[in-house]
């Protein structure tokens, strides 16, 4: 999957920028020009050093202590000119460089800079508000790829976000998003446990793999709709988790794409963007960031605009 950049601008000499219109990747910050009030490249540039040495004391941990929101927010252009970079760094190099990019603190933080949406407050109320319409739909109007997934989803111990993007993924006759179990060892680091051994339900989200093998919907144990832990995998690498709260993971997942400048995988492109338009509300009316397409995804505003007059209607 290739990786959207941009020529990495120099911090010295930058303008002022101000938060403007949407590009039509749905970014409002994707490169600032001003430096954060009271900052120089120098306090910057000690303040990742400091988070560096949180990170090598704390692990993951250290982005809920002390000065850490303070360093994050103020290193963020720093951390989009390596991000912007081109040629692109690897996702291994940006791990080593900014370790809280791959903290659920940390990447949802940056997110909200990007796009100017808090994404743990827009897609919970969005799928809670458009869950029942979106289930009811897909109940009328089953293929035999949305039944298996209905059929297999239980209200009271099932994830609702996970049945949801496992019906789009079937309606669009998509595979991608989540990991085949069998490619799941090739993945996993050495200092991961074994989650076979620990008889873990857990599903992992792939962002971006270097696997030649698609990404199939399936999880390491149990039925789909069974996982209560989640991981993600960008390039082949396990980068978070495993984490409790699959909806975090959905809201992890979607983020990922946005922040590391990735496009929609063929795999799973109409799905991410149905999730983009009809649950995070980025709505732009040209580009997009599924390979190879620059118009509106035509099966989304069909399903879209479906589901509307599916719901005036109920």
Known sequence: ????????????????????????????????????????????????????????????AGAEKGEFQRWHEN?????????????????????????????????????????????????????????KT???????????????????????????????????????????????????????????????????FTCVFVISSCICSPAFVQFIVGEPLSADKWMMSIEGTIVMGPHNNLLNGVAATFSAYYVFNLQYPKEASSTLEFVQRAFCGINSQTGSKAEKRHKLNAPVCTLLRKLLDFELMG
């Open 1 to 60: 999957m290739a990786r959207l950049r941009q020529k990495r601008p120099s911090i010295s000499g930058m303008r002022r920028q101000e938060r403007g219109p949407m590009d039509q990747y749905g970014c409002v910050r994707w490169q600032p020009k001003e430096l954060p009030a009271g900052e120089t490249e120098e306090s910057l540039q000690e303040m990742k050093r400091q988070m560096l040495q949180l990170y090598a004391q704390f692990g993951m």
């Open 75 to 131: 290193t963020y252009m720093l951390q989009r000119c390596d991000l912007n970079a081109d040629p692109p760094l690897s996702i291994s190099k940006i791990k080593d460089d900014w370790p809280f990019l791959f903290s659920l603190k940390g990447l949802f933080s940056h997110f909200s800079e990007l796009t100017g949406i808090s994404i743990l407050e827009k897609l919970p109320a969005a799928i809670e508000q458009r869950s």
């Open 134 to 200: 979106i289930i009811e739909y897909f109940e009328q109007h089953k293929t035999k790829a949305v039944s298996e997934v209905l059929d297999a989803y239980q209200e009271v111990n099932g994830s609702k976000a996970i049945c949801i993007i496992l019906c789009l993924l079937a309606h669009f006759n998509e595979n991608g998003i989540f990991l085949k179990a069998d490619i799941l060892p090739l993945c996993l680091p050495m200092t991961t446990p074994s989650l076979f051994a620990l008889g873990v």
